[in-house]
């Protein structure tokens, strides 16, 4: 039975989703042993518990990529809201820089560029998402708009629908019965102070209301004053990714991923991690980013403000999360200030580890940032809500991968891999 919308909010407090279920499920059959590296058990409602020691550690085959095509000299991309594969493998950009739909072919022609900014059929004022069924239509969503445009695998208009929400609002999967599953988050309060704004995934219908609600998050870490929120440096948060039918949500305190098959729980990984230390010099380093930002007379008011806040003493678990088109996770390491590369591992939708690839690091940090009058490129994050981390895995969607990076020049651009997976 589902709950009603007064009563989500409280229902996922106590309950947490199912994970304050798994304590006790999980004394229930767990294979403890030290020499195996992932031990499962199903608990009473079908759900994959999967506890891995030390993932980092495990000696994994790595995973070969070979370039099939780059749009570095052929497309003009600006603030890329995502990505993903057609049936096809075409692959569809979602350019908000431009407001258009980008359709590439199989080896990275254009074919169709669609859309343009506007509020009518097919225009578009903010593209925040772009997915695919599992019919190959893709949806885009425009989060000032609050609306959702359907097209076919060439660009055209095949449907609209308008939705009406109060809440930050971030889609991930479509159901069949024309609802979907999407993250929200609410701050009705904001505590002064350190404090993580909860992350809900929740089941909304077609016209916007929100039905049920599946679990909770803590959100990012930050620093509350009375003026504005902090970023807080090397901050833990929750990361969430969806594709198809599946949507992938886990906090990177440690490792803790839960996967869902449409509105379904299927696994949950749990599992400690190396805490990775955070150096005097990189704490200094990540305040001097966030004061770049800023012109030269306003940053020593700025870095008061900034040791209102904190720096964290180690690295979160992770950094970066995706889902493919099987179900199958990937999860990437989180990446120091100077790492020029991610390290991916990659596990089956039961939890199995399969194998790793690293992947040049994308910073979406890199932001050109205009207001105040302030030019120049500096790393920082500047999300104020839905805290989850952009990466430079666009899509994974069978033996295909998009790639999303950025120039010395601050362009950007995609590069589409073939990955074969162990099968």
Known sequence: MRQSAGCLILSALVLAGFGCRDAARERDGIDSRADT??????????????????????????????????????????QVAGAVFL?????????????????LDPLGSVLERAGREGEGPGEYVDIAWIGVGADGMLAVFDGRLRRFTFLDARGSVTGIRRIDVTEALVPLAGLASGEFLAVVETRPFRPLGFQRGPLFLVVVDPAGAVVDTLGRWAGKERYETPDRMIEVGFAATALYAGRGPYSVLATTDSLDVALYEAATPLTRIRGSHSARPVTSREKEAWTELVLDLYPESVRPAQRRTLEQSRVRDAY???????????????????????????????????????????????????????ESGITGWAPVELET??????HELLDVAADRIAVLRTSELGEEFIEVYEVELPR
Not at 87 to 103: E, F, H, K, T, Y
Not at 346 to 356: A, F, Q
Not at 385 to 390: D, E, G, L, M, V
């Open 37 to 78: 590296p992932a031990t499962s058990t199903l608990d009473s409602a079908g759900v994959a518990i999967v506890r891995i020691a030390g993932l980092q550690e495990l000696a994994l085959p790595g995973l070969n990529r070979r370039q099939l095509y780059s749009t570095l000299e052929e497309v003009d991309l600006h």
């Open 316 to 370: 979160p678990a992770f950094g970066a999360l995706r889902v493919s088109g099987d179900g199958a996770i990937w999860l990437g390491g989180y990446t120091g200030l100077d790492d020029a590369e991610r390290s991916w591992t990659v596990l089956r939708r039961d939890g199995v580890p399969l194998g790793r690839l690293g992947l040049p690091v994308y910073r979406p940090e890199l932001l050109k940032v205009r």
């Open 385 to 390: 809500t839905i805290p989850s981390a952009s």
């Open 87 to 103: 049936p096809d493998s075409s692959l569809a950009i979602a350019n908000r820089g431009s407001s258009q739909v980008l359709i």
